[in-house]
Protein backbone atom coordinates (compact mmCIF):
# COMPACT_ATOMS: atom_id res chain seq x y z
CA UNK A 1 0.00 0.00 0.00
CA UNK A 2 0.98 3.76 -0.95
CA UNK A 3 2.29 5.98 2.04
CA UNK A 4 0.86 8.66 0.13
CA UNK A 5 -2.79 8.05 -0.04
CA UNK A 6 -5.21 10.48 0.19
CA UNK A 7 -8.84 9.46 1.28
CA UNK A 8 -8.51 5.70 1.17
CA UNK A 9 -7.64 6.07 -2.77
CA UNK A 10 -3.93 5.01 -4.01
CA UNK A 11 -2.01 7.78 -5.87
CA UNK A 12 -1.88 7.76 -9.14
CA UNK A 13 1.32 8.53 -11.51
CA UNK A 14 0.12 12.26 -11.21
CA UNK A 15 0.47 14.48 -8.02
CA UNK A 16 -1.82 17.24 -9.98
CA UNK A 17 -4.55 14.36 -10.20
CA UNK A 18 -7.47 15.50 -8.30
CA UNK A 19 -9.34 12.78 -6.03
CA UNK A 20 -12.81 11.79 -6.60
CA UNK A 21 -15.78 14.80 -5.84
CA UNK A 22 -13.46 17.34 -6.45
CA UNK A 23 -13.16 19.67 -9.42
CA UNK A 24 -10.97 22.40 -10.27
CA UNK A 25 -12.41 26.31 -11.10
CA UNK A 26 -11.07 29.40 -11.64
CA UNK A 27 -12.11 32.69 -10.75
CA UNK A 28 -12.72 35.63 -13.15
CA UNK A 29 -9.22 36.85 -12.91
CA UNK A 30 -8.12 33.53 -13.71
CA UNK A 31 -6.99 32.34 -9.67
CA UNK A 32 -7.77 28.72 -9.66
CA UNK A 33 -10.00 27.00 -6.66
CA UNK A 34 -10.99 23.36 -6.01
CA UNK A 35 -14.57 22.89 -5.23
CA UNK A 36 -15.13 19.68 -2.71
CA UNK A 37 -18.49 18.44 -4.07
CA UNK A 38 -19.09 15.53 -1.26
CA UNK A 39 -18.67 18.31 1.94
CA UNK A 40 -19.67 21.38 -0.34
CA UNK A 41 -16.66 23.51 0.50
CA UNK A 42 -14.28 25.11 -2.32
CA UNK A 43 -10.34 26.22 -1.53
CA UNK A 44 -7.42 27.61 -2.84
CA UNK A 45 -5.13 25.17 -2.17
CA UNK A 46 -4.84 21.72 -4.47
CA UNK A 47 -6.47 18.97 -2.10
CA UNK A 48 -3.27 16.67 -2.46
CA UNK A 49 0.03 19.21 -3.38
CA UNK A 50 -1.14 22.02 -1.26
CA UNK A 51 -0.08 24.41 -3.81
CA UNK A 52 -1.83 27.39 -5.19
CA UNK A 53 -1.96 27.99 -9.17
CA UNK A 54 -3.43 30.73 -11.61
CA UNK A 55 -4.14 30.79 -15.00
CA UNK A 56 -1.52 32.54 -17.20
CA UNK A 57 -1.98 34.51 -20.10
CA UNK A 58 -5.34 35.66 -21.88
CA UNK A 59 -8.14 33.34 -23.24
CA UNK A 60 -7.30 31.43 -26.23
CA UNK A 61 -8.63 32.90 -29.93
CA UNK A 62 -11.91 32.43 -30.01
CA UNK A 63 -12.86 32.53 -26.67
CA UNK A 64 -14.75 35.10 -24.37
CA UNK A 65 -15.36 35.45 -20.79
CA UNK A 66 -19.42 35.69 -19.53
CA UNK A 67 -21.64 35.17 -16.80
CA UNK A 68 -24.28 33.00 -17.00
CA UNK A 69 -28.10 34.04 -15.44
CA UNK A 70 -27.02 32.20 -11.93
CA UNK A 71 -24.16 35.05 -12.15
CA UNK A 72 -21.09 31.79 -12.45
CA UNK A 73 -18.44 32.32 -15.02
CA UNK A 74 -18.91 30.37 -18.40
CA UNK A 75 -16.49 30.78 -21.59
CA UNK A 76 -18.28 30.65 -24.69
CA UNK A 77 -15.98 29.05 -27.84
CA UNK A 78 -17.25 31.11 -30.60
CA UNK A 79 -15.27 29.35 -33.27
CA UNK A 80 -16.63 25.90 -32.43
CA UNK A 81 -20.09 27.13 -30.79
CA UNK A 82 -20.03 26.06 -27.10
CA UNK A 83 -20.09 27.11 -23.64
CA UNK A 84 -18.42 25.79 -20.70
CA UNK A 85 -17.79 26.26 -17.06
CA UNK A 86 -14.28 25.04 -17.58
CA UNK A 87 -11.41 27.82 -18.24
CA UNK A 88 -9.61 26.97 -21.07
CA UNK A 89 -6.79 28.61 -19.38
CA UNK A 90 -6.64 25.89 -16.71
CA UNK A 91 -4.70 23.73 -19.45
CA UNK A 92 -1.77 26.31 -18.30
CA UNK A 93 -1.88 27.02 -14.97
CA UNK A 94 1.46 27.99 -13.58
CA UNK A 95 2.12 27.37 -9.64
CA UNK A 96 1.80 30.30 -7.73
CA UNK A 97 5.16 31.11 -5.74
CA UNK A 98 5.85 33.45 -3.07
CA UNK A 99 9.12 34.90 -3.23
CA UNK A 100 10.36 35.45 0.30
CA UNK A 101 12.57 38.16 1.42
CA UNK A 102 16.17 37.25 0.28
CA UNK A 103 18.01 37.16 4.29
CA UNK A 104 20.66 39.47 4.11
CA UNK A 105 23.60 39.41 7.71
CA UNK A 106 26.91 41.54 8.65
CA UNK A 107 28.68 40.07 5.51
CA UNK A 108 26.53 41.72 3.04
CA UNK A 109 27.13 44.38 1.04
CA UNK A 110 25.21 47.35 -0.21
CA UNK A 111 26.10 46.16 -3.85
CA UNK A 112 24.38 42.77 -2.80
CA UNK A 113 21.21 44.50 -1.67
CA UNK A 114 20.96 46.71 -4.56
CA UNK A 115 21.22 43.89 -7.19
CA UNK A 116 18.14 44.24 -9.20
CA UNK A 117 16.71 47.64 -8.03
CA UNK A 118 16.14 50.52 -10.02
CA UNK A 119 16.72 53.81 -8.40
CA UNK A 120 16.75 56.06 -11.33
CA UNK A 121 13.84 57.74 -10.59
CA UNK A 122 14.36 58.33 -6.61
CA UNK A 123 15.82 61.40 -5.69
CA UNK A 124 18.46 60.52 -2.35
CA UNK A 125 19.75 62.84 0.07
CA UNK A 126 22.75 61.34 2.30
CA UNK A 127 24.77 64.14 4.72
CA UNK A 128 28.29 63.32 5.10
CA UNK A 129 28.55 62.15 1.94
CA UNK A 130 32.11 63.22 1.23
CA UNK A 131 33.80 60.57 3.33
CA UNK A 132 33.70 57.02 4.93
CA UNK A 133 30.30 55.22 5.40
CA UNK A 134 28.66 57.95 3.65
CA UNK A 135 30.86 57.91 0.77
CA UNK A 136 29.97 54.45 0.33
CA UNK A 137 26.48 54.93 0.99
CA UNK A 138 26.53 58.01 -1.36
CA UNK A 139 28.61 55.97 -4.43
CA UNK A 140 26.01 53.09 -3.85
CA UNK A 141 22.66 54.69 -4.09
CA UNK A 142 23.61 57.63 -6.93
CA UNK A 143 25.26 55.73 -9.74
CA UNK A 144 23.81 58.30 -11.98
CA UNK A 145 22.56 61.93 -11.87
CA UNK A 146 25.19 63.58 -8.94
CA UNK A 147 24.96 67.03 -7.43
CA UNK A 148 27.23 67.88 -4.25
CA UNK A 149 25.49 70.36 -1.79
CA UNK A 150 27.83 71.95 0.83
CA UNK A 151 26.30 71.67 4.22
CA UNK A 152 27.64 72.57 7.31
CA UNK A 153 25.63 70.68 10.20
CA UNK A 154 27.30 72.59 12.83
CA UNK A 155 26.23 75.73 11.65
CA UNK A 156 22.15 76.21 12.25
CA UNK A 157 22.04 79.15 9.66
CA UNK A 158 24.57 76.91 7.04
CA UNK A 159 21.56 73.87 7.39
CA UNK A 160 18.55 76.61 6.56
CA UNK A 161 20.33 77.49 3.55
CA UNK A 162 21.36 74.40 2.67
CA UNK A 163 17.48 73.43 2.88
CA UNK A 164 16.19 76.74 0.79
CA UNK A 165 18.50 75.52 -1.76
CA UNK A 166 17.56 72.25 -2.02
CA UNK A 167 13.99 73.69 -2.16
CA UNK A 168 13.97 76.03 -4.72
CA UNK A 169 15.48 73.28 -6.90
CA UNK A 170 11.41 72.15 -6.85
CA UNK A 171 12.59 67.95 -6.51
CA UNK A 172 10.89 65.31 -4.66
CA UNK A 173 12.86 63.44 -1.67
CA UNK A 174 12.51 59.83 -1.45
CA UNK A 175 15.36 58.83 0.65
CA UNK A 176 17.04 60.84 3.54
CA UNK A 177 19.75 59.49 5.14
CA UNK A 178 21.33 61.41 8.20
CA UNK A 179 24.74 59.79 8.26
CA UNK A 180 27.59 62.80 9.12
CA UNK A 181 28.92 62.52 12.02
CA UNK A 182 32.49 63.35 14.05
CA UNK A 183 33.64 61.09 17.07
CA UNK A 184 35.96 62.08 19.97
CA UNK A 185 36.97 65.67 18.92
CA UNK A 186 38.55 67.88 21.33
CA UNK A 187 35.64 69.98 23.63
CA UNK A 188 34.47 72.83 21.22
CA UNK A 189 31.30 75.14 20.65
CA UNK A 190 30.07 76.03 17.12
CA UNK A 191 28.97 79.41 16.26
CA UNK A 192 25.19 78.57 17.85
CA UNK A 193 26.62 78.01 21.04
CA UNK A 194 26.32 74.02 21.21
CA UNK A 195 29.01 71.33 21.74
CA UNK A 196 30.21 70.16 18.34
CA UNK A 197 29.59 66.40 18.60
CA UNK A 198 25.76 66.89 19.77
CA UNK A 199 24.74 69.45 16.85
CA UNK A 200 26.77 67.57 14.23
CA UNK A 201 25.03 64.31 14.91
CA UNK A 202 22.04 65.31 16.27
CA UNK A 203 20.88 68.91 16.53
CA UNK A 204 21.89 69.70 12.55
CA UNK A 205 20.02 66.79 11.19
CA UNK A 206 17.24 67.79 13.45
CA UNK A 207 16.78 71.07 12.01
CA UNK A 208 17.12 69.41 8.57
CA UNK A 209 14.37 66.61 8.78
CA UNK A 210 12.71 69.72 9.94
CA UNK A 211 13.43 71.85 6.97
CA UNK A 212 12.38 69.36 4.45
CA UNK A 213 9.47 67.84 6.32
CA UNK A 214 6.88 69.17 3.75
CA UNK A 215 9.17 67.93 0.73
CA UNK A 216 9.48 64.11 2.21
CA UNK A 217 5.42 64.55 3.03
CA UNK A 218 4.96 65.74 -0.64
CA UNK A 219 7.24 62.95 -1.85
CA UNK A 220 5.56 60.24 -0.35
CA UNK A 221 6.02 57.38 0.15
CA UNK A 222 9.79 58.39 1.26
CA UNK A 223 12.14 57.02 3.82
CA UNK A 224 14.57 58.52 6.32
CA UNK A 225 17.15 56.64 7.75
CA UNK A 226 19.35 57.67 10.52
CA UNK A 227 22.93 56.53 11.43
CA UNK A 228 23.38 55.42 15.23
CA UNK A 229 25.73 53.00 16.80
CA UNK A 230 25.36 50.51 19.24
CA UNK A 231 27.57 53.03 21.46
CA UNK A 232 24.54 54.40 22.32
CA UNK A 233 23.39 51.57 24.84
CA UNK A 234 26.42 53.01 26.87
CA UNK A 235 24.54 56.21 28.22
CA UNK A 236 22.28 58.10 29.80
CA UNK A 237 19.96 61.29 28.77
CA UNK A 238 18.09 61.35 31.69
CA UNK A 239 18.02 64.07 34.97
CA UNK A 240 16.85 63.17 38.47
CA UNK A 241 13.41 64.39 37.11
CA UNK A 242 13.61 62.11 34.18
CA UNK A 243 13.71 64.69 31.44
CA UNK A 244 16.46 64.71 28.74
CA UNK A 245 19.03 66.90 30.30
CA UNK A 246 20.71 69.76 28.25
CA UNK A 247 23.53 69.97 30.25
CA UNK A 248 24.08 66.24 29.60
CA UNK A 249 24.15 67.02 25.75
CA UNK A 250 26.04 69.91 25.50
CA UNK A 251 28.37 70.50 29.17
CA UNK A 252 30.93 72.91 29.51
CA UNK A 253 34.07 71.90 28.96
CA UNK A 254 35.67 70.92 32.62
CA UNK A 255 32.66 68.11 32.51
CA UNK A 256 33.16 67.28 28.64
CA UNK A 257 34.57 63.60 27.61
CA UNK A 258 34.50 63.09 23.83
CA UNK A 259 33.56 59.70 23.90
CA UNK A 260 30.68 60.08 26.18
CA UNK A 261 29.21 62.60 23.88
CA UNK A 262 29.26 60.49 20.76
CA UNK A 263 27.33 58.19 22.96
CA UNK A 264 24.71 60.30 23.67
CA UNK A 265 24.39 61.57 20.39
CA UNK A 266 23.95 58.17 18.96
CA UNK A 267 21.31 58.10 21.57
CA UNK A 268 19.68 60.64 20.36
CA UNK A 269 19.89 59.33 16.95
CA UNK A 270 17.85 56.55 18.03
CA UNK A 271 15.03 58.65 20.18
CA UNK A 272 14.66 61.27 17.07
CA UNK A 273 14.30 58.85 14.32
CA UNK A 274 11.71 56.78 16.25
CA UNK A 275 9.61 60.14 17.16
CA UNK A 276 9.99 61.32 13.82
CA UNK A 277 8.44 57.80 12.67
CA UNK A 278 5.62 58.56 14.98
CA UNK A 279 4.64 61.95 13.71
CA UNK A 280 5.21 61.29 9.44
CA UNK A 281 4.17 57.51 9.23
CA UNK A 282 0.43 59.06 8.97
CA UNK A 283 1.62 60.99 5.94
CA UNK A 284 4.07 58.42 4.09
CA UNK A 285 7.01 59.03 5.87
CA UNK A 286 8.52 56.07 7.90
CA UNK A 287 11.63 56.51 9.78
CA UNK A 288 14.82 53.65 10.96
CA UNK A 289 18.19 53.76 12.73
CA UNK A 290 20.54 51.46 11.93
CA UNK A 291 24.59 50.76 13.10
CA UNK A 292 27.00 50.43 10.72
CA UNK A 293 29.37 48.49 12.19
CA UNK A 294 32.20 47.88 15.02
CA UNK A 295 35.30 49.99 14.78
CA UNK A 296 35.02 50.17 11.18
CA UNK A 297 37.97 51.95 9.55
CA UNK A 298 36.71 55.68 8.37
CA UNK A 299 38.03 59.14 8.64
CA UNK A 300 35.28 59.37 11.71
CA UNK A 301 38.17 59.11 14.06
CA UNK A 302 40.54 61.14 12.81
CA UNK A 303 40.52 63.75 15.35
CA UNK A 304 42.29 61.75 18.15
CA UNK A 305 45.33 59.70 17.13
CA UNK A 306 44.47 57.03 20.13
CA UNK A 307 41.25 56.39 18.19
CA UNK A 308 43.21 56.21 15.22
CA UNK A 309 45.32 53.72 16.93
CA UNK A 310 42.62 51.80 18.03
CA UNK A 311 40.77 51.45 15.39
CA UNK A 312 44.08 50.54 12.91
CA UNK A 313 44.25 47.37 14.97
CA UNK A 314 40.99 46.10 15.31
CA UNK A 315 40.97 47.03 11.00
CA UNK A 316 41.83 43.63 9.75
CA UNK A 317 38.94 42.13 12.22
CA UNK A 318 36.10 44.70 10.95
CA UNK A 319 33.65 45.00 8.38
CA UNK A 320 34.80 46.74 5.19
CA UNK A 321 33.44 50.00 3.82
CA UNK A 322 30.92 48.25 1.51
CA UNK A 323 29.44 45.62 4.29
CA UNK A 324 29.45 48.91 6.49
CA UNK A 325 26.94 50.65 3.96
CA UNK A 326 24.84 47.77 3.65
CA UNK A 327 22.29 48.02 6.34
CA UNK A 328 21.79 51.75 5.56
CA UNK A 329 21.37 50.65 2.53
CA UNK A 330 18.66 48.14 2.93
CA UNK A 331 16.59 49.89 5.45
CA UNK A 332 16.43 52.83 2.20
CA UNK A 333 15.78 50.71 -0.34
CA UNK A 334 14.49 47.05 1.10
CA UNK A 335 10.68 46.65 -0.28
CA UNK A 336 9.74 44.75 2.75
CA UNK A 337 10.30 47.66 4.79
CA UNK A 338 7.68 49.88 2.73
CA UNK A 339 5.87 51.54 5.61
CA UNK A 340 7.64 49.81 8.50
CA UNK A 341 9.49 52.08 11.09
CA UNK A 342 10.74 53.18 14.44
CA UNK A 343 12.82 50.32 14.72
CA UNK A 344 16.66 49.49 15.09
CA UNK A 345 18.91 47.50 12.28
CA UNK A 346 22.08 46.31 13.03
CA UNK A 347 23.80 43.73 10.21
CA UNK A 348 20.58 43.94 8.03
CA UNK A 349 18.23 42.85 10.47
CA UNK A 350 15.81 44.25 13.08
CA UNK A 351 17.23 44.21 16.79
CA UNK A 352 16.71 45.72 19.96
CA UNK A 353 17.75 48.90 20.92
CA UNK A 354 18.50 49.74 24.84
CA UNK A 355 15.43 50.54 26.74
CA UNK A 356 16.10 54.29 26.79
CA UNK A 357 16.35 54.24 23.22
CA UNK A 358 12.56 52.81 23.08
CA UNK A 359 11.32 55.10 25.57
CA UNK A 360 8.50 57.43 24.24
CA UNK A 361 8.53 59.47 26.87
CA UNK A 362 12.50 59.90 26.23
CA UNK A 363 11.67 60.49 22.69
CA UNK A 364 9.03 63.32 23.17
CA UNK A 365 11.06 65.30 25.74
CA UNK A 366 14.07 65.18 23.03
CA UNK A 367 12.19 66.48 20.10
CA UNK A 368 10.65 69.35 22.33
CA UNK A 369 14.03 70.45 23.65
CA UNK A 370 15.35 70.07 20.00
CA UNK A 371 12.77 72.81 18.71
CA UNK A 372 13.44 75.15 21.07
CA UNK A 373 17.16 74.94 20.60
CA UNK A 374 16.79 75.18 17.07
CA UNK A 375 14.65 78.43 17.06
CA UNK A 376 16.09 81.35 15.60
CA UNK A 377 18.77 82.97 17.91
CA UNK A 378 21.23 85.21 17.12
CA UNK A 379 24.68 83.78 16.04
CA UNK A 380 27.30 83.38 18.58
CA UNK A 381 24.62 82.67 21.61
CA UNK A 382 25.30 80.24 23.99
CA UNK A 383 23.05 77.76 24.25
CA UNK A 384 22.00 77.54 28.75
Same mark, same amino acid.
Given at each position: ?152 ? &??? %?? +????? =? /?????? $? ?47 ? &??? %?? +????? =? /?????? $? ?147
Amino acid at each position: MSALRYAGMDDTDSEDELPPGWEERSTKDGWVYYANHEEMKTQWEHPKTGKKKRCAGDLPYGWEQETDEKGQTIYVDHINKRTTYFDPRQAFTVEDVVVKPKRYDGNTSALEILQGRDLSDRVVLITGGNSGIGERDFLVLTPSRVEAMMCNL &ASL %RS +VREFA =E /SFKAKE $LPLHILVCNAAVCTPPWNLTEDGFESTFQICHLGHFLLVQCLQDVLRRS &APA %RV +VVVSS =E /SHRFTN $LLDSCGKVDLALLSPPKEEYWSMLAYNRAKLCNILFSNELHRRLSPHGVTSNAVHPGNMMYTSIHRSWWLMTFLFTLARPFTKSMQQGSATTVYCAVAPELEGSGGMYFNNCFRCQPSIQAEDPSSAANLWELSERLVAERPVGVQAL
